[in-house]
């Protein structure tokens, strides 16, 4: 059964930093994108970073470049993303999803940042920046 448990979230201020964890299980990383999506209140949800541990290739945002970084430990099975600087338009529930290399990227595979090629998903974790 394919896992993925979200962690790390909390209430930080404006320029403060937090380290969101993705426990993973289930599934081989090796196959998979592994994603950080976030949704605010009334927003659609958002691509935030994306990794191919495989070939160790990452993607970020335009938004968040720059101050977010994601990172795995494979033989744990963790995805992780520290976030710096930390703005109030970076709140939201931040999910972590996986999606096939064969729904996501490449020449028929949705683009990384489009939910429509996750196919697992974690419950999110929220995260509060206070001005």
């Known amino acids: 059964e394919v896992q993925l448990q979200a962690s790390g979230g909390g209430l930080v201020q404006t320029g403060g930093s937090l380290r969101l964890s993705c426990a993973a299980s289930?599934?081989?990383?090796?196959?998979?994108?592994i994603s950080w999506f976030r949704q605010a209140p009334g927003k659609e949800r958002e691509g935030v970073s994306s990794?191919?541990?495989?070939?160790?290739?990452?993607s970020y945002a335009n938004s968040v470049a720059g101050r977010f970084t994601i990172s795995a430990d494979t033989a744990k099975k963790m995805v992780y993303l520290q976030m710096n600087e930390l703005k109030p338009e970076d709140t939201a529930i931040y999910y972590c999803?996986?999606?096939?290399?064969?729904?996501?990227?490449?020449?028929?595979?949705?683009?990384?940042?489009?939910?429509?090629?996750?196919?697992?998903w974690g419950q999110g974790t929220q995260v509060t920046v206070s001005s």
């Open positions: 999803a996986a999606g096939s290399t064969l729904t996501v990227g490449g020449r028929y595979g949705s683009p990384w940042n489009s939910v429509r090629g996750y196919n697992y």
């Open positions: 289930g599934f081989n990383f090796d196959d998979y994108f």
């Open positions: 990794m191919r541990t495989t070939f160790d290739t990452t």
